[in-house]
Structures are given as C-alpha cells and as structure tokens.
C-alpha cells in the first residue's frame, strides 16, 4: 500500500460544527487530492494540491476549504458541517499530473 | 464534460465463470484511463492505467483492453476473492492537475 494515512477513520458530528479531515503521506508525492464517494454517485472531486500552498477546486468544492502548509499533510475543512456532507472522504496522491493516483483508506462522517 | 459510464451495475458469476465488465467513456482527449478494484469499508486499489487504444494489460485472471470509445476488463475463471466493486475513471488531456472522473461502479459477486 502506498504510504497514506487518514484521520479521523469515523466521524460523528452535529449540523452547524466545523470538521477537519487529515490526509498524511511518506511517499513525498507532488499532488494530494482529497475525493468524497456517496451512493449513486461514483468518487467526485472536492479540491486537490500540485504544491505547498498551491491548491485548487474541483467539482464538488462548495462548503469545502483546503490547505497544505507541508508536502506530507493536505487537510479538508467543513466550514460548517451539513447533512449534505455526510459520506465517506478518500484522499489520493500522485507524483505527476498523469500518473496513476493512490487512494488512502478513507474517514466515514456522518453529519447529524 | 466528461463522463464515464459503466455496465452492468451488478454482476453475479459463478467461480471459473468468464465475465467482462465495461467502460464506456466520452473525453475531450484522454490523457489515462484507469481500473480500481474496490473492497467493502476501503479504498480503490489501482489495478491499470492504459493510455492509448488498442493497449492491453493483464494481471492474474484480469486482462483490461482500450479502444477509443470504451475500455473492457476481462475476468477469466475468477475465484470468490475476486468479489469487489471495480471502478473505472478517466483523466482527460488538460492544463492543471485534474483529478479523475469516475463511473458508479461494477458490484462483482463471484459465488463458489
């Protein structure tokens, strides 16, 4: 398995709550994604990284906010959490834009 | 906007029955067309990247081909331990670090 960790692994949290989610990896990879995976719906992307400090939306970035202040940590924010945001968070690392991504083993949250 | 859609959802086999499941793709250009097996309550585990029709790669009992409009992933014999959700997903030609889009999903049950 590739070298990435996610934590929290479970989360239970109430509507209106801020949630950080945080993605590590030992592989020294470039680019961090972080992907939210709900039922009928294949992974859809929430922001990735190519860099320090160099971050950028993706599909589904609403009500999301993101930050790397190191190579290895990418971390999500909910700003303020919503039933809508229940699912199940998967990150994923690359070494170059068109190589293959490996995906962390997720964190579940639950949004009450 | 690129899409990605597979069939069938479901697929229910006996063991050594040969199967294929399919991905069908519409892309502006494809930079990487990428195969995922996932377990329940995990992440994708990358199975291929194939970049160009016409190319092929095999893995134990899975084989995954490429032509311009679809990609087919090939099941020969499978045992049970073959029961997964395979995820397929696409990166198109493009400026940036984009992500992957994805299909929902093959639910694959290979029964004994």
């Known amino acids: 398995d590739a070298g990435i960790t996610q934590s929290p692994r479970h989360k239970v949290t109430e509507t209106g709550t801020p949630v950080t989610l945080r993605c590590h990896q030992t592989e020294n990879h470039r680019y961090m994604y972080w992907y939210r995976q709900d039922p009928g719906h294949g992974l859809r992307l929430i922001h990735y990284?190519?860099?320090?400090?160099?971050?950028d939306k993706g599909e589904v970035s609403d009500g999301y906010s993101v930050s790397r202040s190191k190579t290895e940590d990418f971390l999500l924010t909910l700003e303020s959490a919503t039933s809508s945001q229940t699912s199940v968070y998967f990150c994923?690392?690359?070494?170059?834009?068109?190589?293959?991504?490996?995906f962390g083993p997720g964190t579940r949250l639950l949004v009450l | 906007e690129d899409q990605v859609t597979q069939s069938p959802e479901a697929l229910r086999l006996q063991e050594g029955e040969s199967s294929s499941l399919n991905c069908s793709y519409t892309?502006?250009?494809?930079?990487?067309l990428f195969w995922y097996r996932q377990d329940p309550g995990k992440g994708p585990e990358f199975l291929f990247t194939?970049?160009?029709a016409g190319e092929e790669k095999e893995k134990e009992r899975l084989k995954a081909t490429l032509t311009k409009k679809e990609s087919f992933l090939h099941i020969t014999a499978p045992k049970p331990e073959d029961s997964a959700t395979y995820l397929c997903a696409v990166q198109a030609v493009g400026g940036g670090a984009d992500g992957l889009t994805f299909g929902k999903g093959t639910h694959l049950i290979i029964q004994p």
């Open positions: 990284s190519y860099g320090v400090k160099d971050t």
């Open positions: 994923a690392i690359s070494d170059y834009t068109e190589e293959t991504q490996y």
């Open positions: 892309v502006s250009g494809l930079r990487g």
């Open positions: 194939l970049y160009s």
